[in-house]
């Protein structure tokens, strides 16, 4: 009798829809794109927890050396990106020879013929290495099998000095996410299609089983099993230098400590979101090379495996947090989880196998301990609510009155019944969590100054939670279009020049008002410039009215003035291709594409054309000089300053009223 109550209290309504629930959460997890983030992390967790010692736990003896094309050597080299001189190639691989290097791998596609001289003097390089291979690309749909790929080889004087010998530098991913699987796929290869890196493994030898399917990268630690040096320093290295090594020639990135930049060639490793750091193609092709060469990359254990361990750990995990109290079921979930975490990445370090555990850890523990804690509290007579504000002090009204990329902005109450304006930013809007903390620097960097100019948008109040993954300020609210809306009940609409323009005669308005406008604008632009702040997203839509006033709103993309600044901006508001946004410059570009529309009517892409009836307007050739001249496509041509720009506007203005005076 006592076995029997024990057995139907072990097995109660709650403890079985806990055990259903969680088997379930784990094979959806496991087996659907929901799950996906959770098996990354899985993956790219293994390598951050044993970063420090992974290579000495994997004993690479293979002497692999990269010599890095990296920013450094473009500029003491004189070269540009995308156009390295062959010749230097050749002198370096005639160095190679000459210090008998085991093996040159190129991750340089040399897929044109130049020079015919130099490339002459190249190819005779390479038929001097012992053992060298070569880069090649592959055109064709990206599908998960091989079959409608084509092979671009390099020109064939490379080929042929290279005894045809090359491999596909192609990762399994796009630029700018993180590798976890050998290319192809389905690994080593299909046909005669292999990674450079197989490629370089088998020409010395290696052996690996071909038949392996979808191998996955075992990393070397934050710094790679391998020596690095910069490209201009391998030239002038000492005889010998090179002696037995596995060379790996190849670019970097320019911008490896700001992951997020695009920039071709360019991949994040399980350690970016801990170091910052990006790196090439190239070390990916290293990584491979070495796994294949040492046998040690990772695999997963069968489906059936996978999918019964999940079955399992569902069933045991929601009957036995079921059973107990909250504090001690929290307690013993964080235990398990930390034990499963500490179980499989031993598991991974030990052995070549590994498995998605945050599946079990971040998916299954926590719906069991959820569904243990519903029980619990269902069966109580008495239950207590506690309602957690997201934003403290401030009274949402109606929904957002707007929306972009990162977040929402709402109209607010504060406590004194102060109309408000509150902008929301969500952390998981953010494919990078640096961009997300991008964000909430400019915040912070311009909220001191927001109130020591009457000119800029005057933020009260930042907040920010963690926990929950967003922050939030609260600013002056603009003028709203309809100044009757709130006894008319409807929604709040900002004044802002976006909405003024249509409103006037021909979408436009008129040269005087142009240039008080821009007055307005640049002396609080002026004085964020000395601050050492730019704005990066000035547009019509993006300048509201307080009080009549002009100011700059979405002022979350404020950040230090840079020429190496993310893509951030507004398409025909940032200057011309190849010239970043980021800069003072690169703001009265964009403000005076912000006159060119509101005087003219037109949109910013049919700068410098003009209406017929402008040109037959006197007053409206001294303000379209300006416009010229802030707009030029080459910054040397532009306004220095805001100061400079701004002496323009007021010398035009004072000529526009001396002319009206006469005419009166």
Not at 99 to 108: K, N, T
Request: aromatic content about 10%.
């Amino acid at each position: 009798m006592k076995g029997g109550a024990a057995s139907k209290k072990f097995f109660t309504k709650s403890a079985l829809a806990g055990a259903g629930l969680a088997t379930l959460c784990g094979l959806l997890l496991w087996g659907t794109p929901l799950g996906q983030a959770w098996e990354d992390a899985s993956y790219d967790y293994l390598f951050r927890f044993v970063s420090g010692s992974a290579t000495k736990q994997f004993a690479v003896t293979n002497q692999v050396m990269l010599v890095l094309m990296d920013e450094d050597s473009y500029l003491r080299l004189g070269q540009q990106r995308g156009a390295w001189d062959r010749a230097l190639h050749a002198q370096l691989l005639n160095k190679l020879a000459d210090d008998q290097a085991g093996l040159v791998v190129f991750d340089v596609f040399f897929e044109l013929e130049m020079n015919a001289l130099t490339d002459h003097a190249l190819a005779e390089a390479m038929r001097r290495q012992s053992r060298l291979v070569l880069l090649a690309d592959v055109t064709g749909p990206c599908v998960p099998r091989l079959q409608g790929f084509n092979v671009v080889r390099p020109q064939k004087i490379f080929l042929e000095a290279s005894s045809n010998l090359f491999g596909v530098g192609k990762a399994s991913v796009q630029t700018l996410q993180t590798p976890r699987r050998h290319w192809p796929v389905y690994a080593p290869g299909e046909g005669d299609i292999h990674s450079l890196g197989w490629a370089a493994a088998d020409r010395i030898g290696a052996r690996f089983d071909h038949s392996a399917d979808q191998q996955w990268l075992r990393y070397y630690g934050a710094n790679g099993a391998w020596d690095t040096i910069s490209y201009h320093l391998a030239l002038s290295n000492a005889p010998g230098y090179f002696r037995d090594k596995i060379v790996f020639i190849g670019n970097c990135p320019k911008t490896i400590n700001d992951p997020g930049v695009p920039e071709e060639d360019k991949y994040l490793t399980p350690y970016t979101r801990g170091n910052g750091k990006a790196v090439g193609g190239m070390e990916i092709m290293a990584t491979t090379f070495l796994n294949l060469v040492n046998g040690d990359w990772l695999r997963r254990p069968p489906a059936w495996v996978e999918a019964t361990l999940l079955a399992v750990t569902g069933v045991l995990l929601g009957l036995g947090l079921g059973q107990l109290k909250p504090l001690a079921g929290f307690l013993i979930a964080a235990g398990i989880s930390l034990t499963v975490m500490l179980a499989f990445v031993s598991w991974s370090y030990y052995t070549n196998y590994w498995f998605p555990w945050l599946v079990i850890a971040g998916g299954q523990v926590p719906c069991a301990l959820a569904s243990a804690l519903v029980g619990v509290w269902a069966s109580r007579t008495a239950t207590v609510t506690v309602v957690q504000e997201r934003f403290p002090g401030y009274t949402t009204t109606g929904e957002p009155f707007g929306e972009g990329a990162y977040g929402k902005v709402w109209l607010v109450r504060n406590a004194t019944g102060q109309w408000q304006a509150l902008k929301e930013v969500q952390q998981a809007k953010f494919q990078d969590h640096s961009a997300f903390e991008r964000e909430f620097r400019g915040i912070k960097s311009y909220k001191p100054l927001s109130n020591q100019h009457l000119g800029l948008l005057h933020i009260d109040h930042v907040n920010r939670n963690d926990q929950q993954g967003y922050f939030y300020y609260v600013m002056e609210l603009g003028d709203p279009l309809d100044s009757e809306w709130e006894r008319k009940g409807e929604p709040y609409q900002p004044r802002d020049l976006a909405k003024v323009c249509p409103q006037g005669e021909g979408r436009r308005l008129a040269p005087g008002e142009c240039i008080r406008l821009a007055i307005g604008l640049l002396e609080p632009l002026e004085f964020l410039h000395k601050q050492g702040l730019v704005h990066r997203d000035i547009k019509p839509s993006n300048i509201v009215f307080v009080n009549g006033r002009p100011k700059l709103a979405d002022v979350g993309l404020v950040r230090n003035a840079s020429a190496d600044a993310t893509w951030v901006g507004t398409d025909f508001y940032m200057p011309p291709h190849p010239e970043r946004p980021g800069t003072a410059c690169a703001d009265l570009y964009a403000l005076g594409k912000v006159l060119y529309t509101i005087s003219t009517g037109s949109e910013p892409i049919s700068f410098p054309a003009l209406p017929t009836r402008l040109v037959q307007q006197p007053e409206f050739f001294r303000l379209n000089e300006i416009i010229c001249k802030a707009c030029q496509p080459a910054a040397a041509d532009r306004f220095a300053t805001a100061g400079e720009m701004l002496a323009a506007l007021r010398e035009a203005q004072g000529e526009l009223e001396n002319a009206t005076t006469k005419r009166i």
